[in-house]
């Protein structure tokens, strides 16, 4: 250290070479790179032991609940003790073929690590010794002892670091080189350990599946059939709505639900979504009892090709011919609810493409209409729905529900944050009190109303 600060002080000269300072910078990174494979590598290896273990449990489970009578008991057995055993070979084989090769690798760093700051120390000797040397070379007063004595210091300074010196400046550039057969050797036995130990569990899995369908056979009178999502099943679909538009609409590809709860009627808006915090994590409305009236599906194709008439406006009546009124007040968006059941439930079970052109054409007033926009309404207004059951809230960004409240659907701020089956909106009562959209606006299954306007 002493030294250290006589070359910086000038009293001494430092020796410099740039080629080994590179050699120990390839060496440095090296050693960073090695170690964090080697952390990865055991970050691995913890995973693969607890999907051992998680796999155990499972097929614990299976051997539990498979009666002794059960044909193929014995061969489950056996599939469950090879899949242990697998799991044993695979884990002690990443060990010993990756693991154990990195530990190796690694270790030779520290010792090299070491004579690199050996080799340091020695070239402040060397450079400190040359130095004195010289002065005394240079001095007005020359002391033949002192020199001879100096230069007997120099030469042996010298020596002991260009020893030093020459070995690392082989080692150094040949480990540095061997980087690429050790990354090689070593992501090739994971990859060929990992691959051979999923064609075996293939195996085992292929083998368990033939176990359970041949039970299945034996008890075929007994099987649990798993159908498909309340959502997807054609008479479900049926209580709810018409058969949905061809045109590859929301409706028409519903979404299956992880809460096993059924899609919600096809009448939603499309602009109608939902922001994705918090309630990109709800999984669907909750089931309510199938609505009374479902429209037939003459009228529901009528409709719809009423409104892509090239001679559409806002009073063609989406009901019945002799009930041009309440058509007209239904699109102007001032029915008031209870008016007329056609019009509740035709309106109820229009398609998505139906319910967007409404909120297309129409927004709070439409030119035309016998009536004008109501000036009370909230902003983006698109129609009113009536709650035809109780509904709990779940999430803080949910409306409460009670059989008969009327709410006033808005659009969502955002149309790209869409969760099919909800709808936007403020209850009139909160509405009409407060007038506050920002803290009584929420979140509500379509399903469990009916739209009245």
């Known amino acids: 250290m002493m030294r250290k600060v006589l070359q910086k002080l000038g009293k001494a000269d430092e020796t410099k070479d740039e080629q080994f300072e590179q050699c120990v910078q390839n060496f440095n990174k090296q050693l960073t790179e090695g170690t964090r494979l080697q952390k990865d590598l055991r970050t691995y290896l913890a995973s693969v032991k607890a999907m051992h273990e998680a796999s155990k449990k499972l097929s614990e489970c299976l051997q539990e ?29 990443l060990v010993d073929q990756a693991l154990l090769t990195m530990d190796t690798y690694l270790g030779q760093f520290p010792d090299i690590k070491s004579r690199i700051a050996k080799r340091g120390r020695k070239l402040v000797d060397y ?11 240079t001095a007005k007063k020359k ?46 036995s994971i990859a060929g350990l990992e691959e051979n130990f999923h064609k075996e569990m293939s195996k085992l899995n292929q083998n368990l599946n033939d176990v359970l369908v041949s039970l299945e056979k034996q008890h075929g009178s007994n099987t649990f059939t798993v159908k498909a ?22 409706a028409a590809t519903p979404e299956i639900r992880v809460n096993h709860e059924p899609e919600p009627a096809s009448g939603a808006s499309p602009g109608a979504t939902i922001p994705k915090s918090p309630s990109q994590l709800r999984k669907g409305p909750p089931v309510p009892p199938p609505p009374k009236h479902t429209p037939s599906k003459e009228m529901k194709q009528e409709q719809i090709l009423s409104l892509f008439d090239d001679a559409f406006v806002p009073e063609i009546s989406v009901t019945t011919p002799s009930q041009p009124a309440e058509a007209s ?10 008016e007329t059941a056609a019009s509740e439930a035709t309106s109820s079970s229009l398609p998505a493409v139906v319910v967007e052109t409404f909120s297309a054409t129409v927004n709070g007033a439409v030119e035309g209409s016998t009536t ?50 909800w709808l936007m909106g403020v209850k009139e009562s909160d509405w009409n009190q407060h007038k506050e959209l920002e803290k009584c606006r929420g979140v509500f299954p379509e399903n469990f109303t009916e739209r009245v306007q």
Not at 127 to 137: C, F, P, V
């Open 65 to 93: 609940v498979y009666e002794p009578e059960w044909p193929g008991r014995d061969e489950a057995n056996k599939i469950a003790e090879n899949n242990d055993l697998l799991w044993m070979d695979y884990h002690q084989k």
């Open 127 to 137: 450079d400190s010794a040359r130095h004195h040397y010289e002065s005394l070379q």
């Open 143 to 188: 002391d033949e002892a002192k020199i001879a004595k100096a230069e007997e210091e120099l030469i042996k300074a010298q020596k002991v670091f260009e020893e030093m010196n020459v070995d690392l400046q082989e080692e150094l550039p040949s480990l540095w080189n061997s980087r690429v057969g050790f990354y090689v050797n070593t992501f090739q």
């Open 229 to 250: 999502q309340p959502s997807d099943s054609a008479p479900e679909k049926g209580n709810k709505s018409p058969s949905p538009p061809p045109d590859g609409s929301p």
């Open 329 to 338: 007040e239904v699109v102007g968006g001032t029915q008031e609810p209870g």
């Open 372 to 421: 004008t926009g109501r000036l009370d309404l909230p902003p983006g207004f698109m129609f009113k729905v009536q709650a035809q059951h109780d509904y709990t809230a779940t999430d803080t960004d949910e409306l409460q529900l009670k059989a008969g409240d009327v709410v006033l659907v808005i659009p969502f701020q955002n149309p790209e944050e869409q969760d099919e089956g």
